[in-house]
């Protein structure tokens, strides 16, 4: 599958290079689709008219709490092209452009094994030992 991916306004808009040189041209931001500032609940709009597949460090809005049920707003769609969170568990980290592209680098060769992320999310978690897991699961369930 070649997926679109849509790097939300939380990350890096440089993430969108990394996603093309890895063989999705389609790939850009919201910044860069004049998207900057529109609510959560109209962007997955967006994502789901044109096919998009979201990465996005605000995972909690789009999947619920981390470890807790799934309730965010990929939960509500009865089909998606799937979600991709970065998430850095230390809250006194930040979440800096270097960080975004080792974690996105990894979801690209996750996904490089995967026919496709249909109902699904990918999410690419730093422990506070600098570990990182990689989990995918259904969404909705």
Request: glycine content about 10%.
């Amino acid at each position: 599958m070649t997926y679109k991916f849509l790097i939300d306004e939380c990350l890096w808009p440089g993430l969108v290079r990394l996603a093309r040189d890895a063989g999705y041209p389609e790939s850009t931001c919201v910044r860069d689709r004049g998207w900057s500032g529109t609510p959560d609940y109209r962007l997955i709009r967006h994502a789901l008219a044109e096919d998009f597949t979201l990465v996005t460090h605000n995972a909690v809005d789009f999947r619920g709490p981390l470890g807790g049920p799934l309730g965010g707003l990929h939960t509500k769609e009865p089909i998606h092209a799937g979600l991709v969170c970065l998430v850095c568990l230390v809250s006194d980290l930040p979440m800096t452009p270097a960080r975004q592209l080792d974690l996105f680098g990894l979801a690209l060769q996750e996904l490089a094994t995967l026919p496709d992320l249909i109902n699904q999310a990918l999410e690419v978690i730093e422990d506070a030992a600098g570990g990182v897991t990689i989990e995918r699961y259904a969404i909705p369930q």
